[in-house]
């Protein structure tokens, strides 16, 4: 049994494995994709899976559209003292990196927490970082309002005399028609089909990992948010507004549903995934999580994508 065949096994028996780990995700986000596996005995203690691109005969692994983290993931020991999980997670990486192929073009988006940047500078990987809000579901009801700003706590109430949440999982469509409508008007493009979209949701459906929340006023539809979850984390992946209607209350009010959503499913945390944009990340901001970093690894070992990637940058100027 090879280490793919092994990692479908651990797929279907491992709950600490993030949902964008999953088998089932990968076959259909990324269709070419491999794994590299550590073992200490029986027990798998780190896995890394990987898509695989070919472009002008160059190998590239880069996340795919729809799939905010991938990169290593480590398995640490139940009964591991918390001063001993740097140094496991460090050799566990080490491992990895020894098995991982060389690939000429990386670009992974790894989970937020990941911490051991000199040995991914050790592996000759340039590491960047993006941010993303993290809630603790463990909080109760009360402590996780409290820690909101004010508005938001001000549109939940509000929203909560006029303003029906439903999870309608038969509406995709529309939400990707909400997306494109929305970026368009922002003057940006969307990145992944409308038929890659509903893929992976119907599949996430059929795994019991999603929910299509959709807020209504009056039978009008104002807005739609798209949570997944796996074993232990949910998910904000997308949403979007009625591009015809305008209404500041909506949206704390519908990240909220999912969140106590979530929290009643017995999730330990909602993770918005994160955005450098300004006015996103002040939406996430205001819901009171923890701020967290997580790394992007990148390298380029072909001097013909070099030279491309500079005639790219010297035409768009």
């Not at 509000?158 to 469509?173: P, R, V």
């Not at 990707?176 to 599949?203: D, H, W």
């Not at 015809?244 to 945390?269: F, T």
Request: aromatic fraction near 10%; proline fraction near 4%.
């Amino acid at each position: 049994m090879n280490e793919k065949e092994l990692y479908l096994k651990l797929c279907a028996s491992e709950n600490d494995l993030p949902l964008f780990h999953k088998n089932w995700w990968l076959d259909i986000a990324c269709p070419a994709w491999d794994v590299v596996m550590v073992t200490k005995g029986d027990q798998v203690t780190g896995v890394w899976p990987y898509p695989k691109e070919q472009k002008i005969g160059i190998s590239i692994s880069r996340n795919p559209a729809l799939t905010p983290y991938l990169g290593p993931h480590v398995f640490f020991p139940k009964d591991l003292k918390e001063s001993k999980k740097d140094n496991y997670e460090h050799e566990v990486l080490r491992s990895l990196f020894q098995k991982v192929p060389n690939i000429k073009i990386w670009n992974a988006a790894c989970r937020p927490g990941l911490k051991q940047i000199g040995l991914f500078k050790e592996h000759e990987f340039n590491t960047g970082f993006r941010q993303t809000f993290i809630i603790d579901l463990c909080e109760s009801e009360d402590n996780l309002l409290g820690a909101m700003h004010e508005d938001f706590r001000r549109s939940i109430r509000k929203a909560s005399t006029d303003i029906t949440i439903t999870n309608e999982t038969e509406l995709i469509d529309l939400l990707y028609e909400y997306q494109v409508a929305t970026l368009v008007r922002n003057k940006e493009s969307i990145n992944y089909t409308k038929e890659k979209m509903k893929e992976l949701f119907q599949k996430s459906l059929q795994m019991n990992s999603c929910a299509l929340w959709v807020a209504r006023k009056e039978g009008k539809i104002l807005a739609m948010l798209w949570n997944l979850r796996d074993d232990v984390r949910a998910y904000y992946l997308v949403s979007s507004k009625n591009p015809e209607i305008d209404d500041n209350h909506v949206m704390p009010a519908l990240v909220w549903h999912a969140m106590k959503h979530s929290k009643s499913l017995g999730k330990i945390s909602f993770d918005f995934e994160g955005s450098m944009i300004p006015g996103v990340e002040r939406f996430f901001r205001n819901f009171g999580g923890r701020r967290e970093l997580y790394p992007i690894l990148q390298k380029t070992n072909s001097m013909t994508w070099k030279i491309l990637k500079g005639i790219t940058s010297l035409t768009q100027k």
